[in-house]
């Protein structure tokens, strides 16, 4: 039996889609990896989405429409984009099957597991067969665990290679087993390097946090280090791989932070700005997102050092906010220097 592909809009129990036999596909990954990211943005406007729409609705909606082998897209329609509904019907239209899933506001588990319960019986699978994925999908998500360790705690992986795998962990490239080798591999690889330098006083490296969805433009993080700043930690994508030992898999989605309240995420936040000893954090935001709105609460309930970063295109940093970090880095250099 050929195994389908169906695509999805974000993080969702991707153990239900393994044990449907089938191959979960982030359309976000596929999109945001293109090199031709931004013409993806542009085919979306010419079909007739506004300009002051997310640029990941307009990339994702394009993306599925150029991936032929995805009829069908799980799409969450609580818990993530307040445009995924309109989204929806959009794909519907362009004759693509589409799947709600919604998150519970409130977290509450009986309605989380019902939501479960239905994405079971519409992919044709059982609860026995999930609980076996997820057993084999921890294993993995153990390993991208280590990687997030060596970042803060070892000073071995840089905050790209740490966004990287741990944003894979939405559907884990759509093969489990390849993707854990290549996790494995690099933790070996990265274990055998010597640690970046604990540069100290007017020359000492600043520990960044990332908070907010993945940036659209990921070379926000090269940028960071040539100016002497590492981002230690990424938290929705941290987030992506279940960094948490739950007994069963409603529980695990319960934990999981980024569908519910910001209230949850900021108690993450903060607990880890600690562990890690951030110096500062970064808010990225995207255009249009109501998620921008949150940006009040973080700032009000965070005692840390905070710069708001807007991104609309995945067309780069541009001279802006280019400025806007590097005074960020420069003032929280001078703070280690002088606290």
Not at 113 to 124: A, D, T, V, W, Y
Not at 145 to 173: A, M, P
């Amino acid at each position: 039996m050929t195994m389908g592909k169906i695509g999805i809009t974000t993080t969702i129990p991707v153990e239900v889609i393994y044990a449907a036999r089938e191959i979960p596909v982030d359309l976000n990954n596929i999109f945001i990896t293109s090199p031709d990211a931004m013409r993806r943005v542009e085919e979306a406007e010419l079909d007739g989405f506004p300009r002051n729409v997310c640029g990941w609705i307009k990339g994702l909606y394009a993306t599925a429409l150029r991936e032929p082998e995805i009829e069908r897209i799980i799409a969450v329609i609580q818990g993530d984009c307040s445009n995924t509904q309109a989204l929806m019907e959009t794909w519907e239209v362009q004759g693509k099957e589409t799947i709600a899933f919604a998150f519970p506001y409130d977290r509450d588990r009986d309605m989380l597991q019902l939501q479960i319960s239905k994405l079971i019986e519409r992919l044709g699978t059982s609860w026995e067969e999930v609980n076996a994925q997820k057993r084999r999908l921890d294993v993995i998500r153990a390993l991208a665990w280590e990687i997030d360790r060596l970042t803060w705690e070892e000073n071995k992986v840089t905050g790209q290679e740490n966004h990287q795998y741990l944003v894979s962990c939405s559907d884990f490239n759509g093969q489990p087993e390849v993707f854990a080798a290549e996790l494995q591999c690099f933790i070996e690889a990265a274990r055998r390097r010597d640690a970046f330098p604990r540069k100290t006083g007017k020359n000492s490296v600043v520990r960044l946090g990332l908070i907010g969805v993945p940036p659209i433009f990921p070379s926000l993080y090269d940028f960071l280090e040539e100016q002497g700043a590492r981002v230690i930690f990424n938290e929705v994508q941290r987030q992506f791989s279940m960094p948490f030992a739950a007994g069963d898999i409603v529980e695990q989605y319960r934990r999981y932070t980024y569908p519910y309240p910001v209230f949850g995420r900021i108690e993450d936040i903060r607990c880890q700005a600690e562990v890690r000893k951030l110096d500062g954090i970064i808010h990225y935001t995207q255009s249009f997102c109501y998620r921008q709105i949150e940006d009040i609460i973080i700032r009000r309930k965070l005692d840390y050092p905070i710069l708001t970063l807007e991104g609309e295109n995945p067309s780069g940093l541009d001279a802006r906010n280019k400025m806007r970090l590097e005074a960020f880095v420069a003032m929280l250099r001078e703070r280690v220097h002088t606290g």
